[in-house]
């Protein structure tokens, strides 16, 4: 069974930084795509930064030059660097990741819980 751990939201000043962290454990194969999304109250979730297992980046416009997405493969672990967070960044936010099957198939799709990002002075 895949589990998720998300880590490190909180609460920051405007022009703050902080990090995510997402521990996924259970696929025997790794995972292949881990990425971020986030949802504001009252809004759709919307995709904020991915990863391919390979190391490439995909960022929303918003976000992008400000926050950076980074995986380590070897501990199945994907973190989000955000930096001169913006009160607009306040947001749940949450890890998603595919499975990856024998042969490098993506499999299925997991969230995480959320973790909650509060920018405010």
């Known amino acids: 069974q895949v589990q998720l751990v998300e880590s490190g939201g909180g609460l920051v000043q405007p022009g703050g930084s902080l990090r995510l962290s997402c521990a996924a454990s259970?696929?025997?194969?790794?995972?292949?795509?881990m990425g971020w999304y986030r949802q504001a109250p009252g809004k759709q979730r919307e995709l904020v930064a991915a990863?391919?297992?390979?190391?490439?980046?995909n960022y929303a416009d918003p976000v992008k030059d400000r926050f950076t997405i980074s995986r380590d493969n070897a501990k199945n672990t994907v973190y989000l660097q955000m930096n001169s967070l913006k009160p607009e960044d306040t947001a749940v936010y949450y890890c998603?990741?595919?499975?990856?099957?024998?042969?490098?198939?993506?499999?299925?799709?997991?969230w995480g819980r959320g973790t909650q990002v509060t920018v405010s002075s």
């Open positions: 259970g696929s025997i194969f790794g995972f292949n795509a």
């Open positions: 998603n990741v595919e499975s990856r099957t024998f042969g490098g198939a993506s499999g299925r799709g997991y």
């Open positions: 990863i391919t297992r390979a190391g490439s980046t």
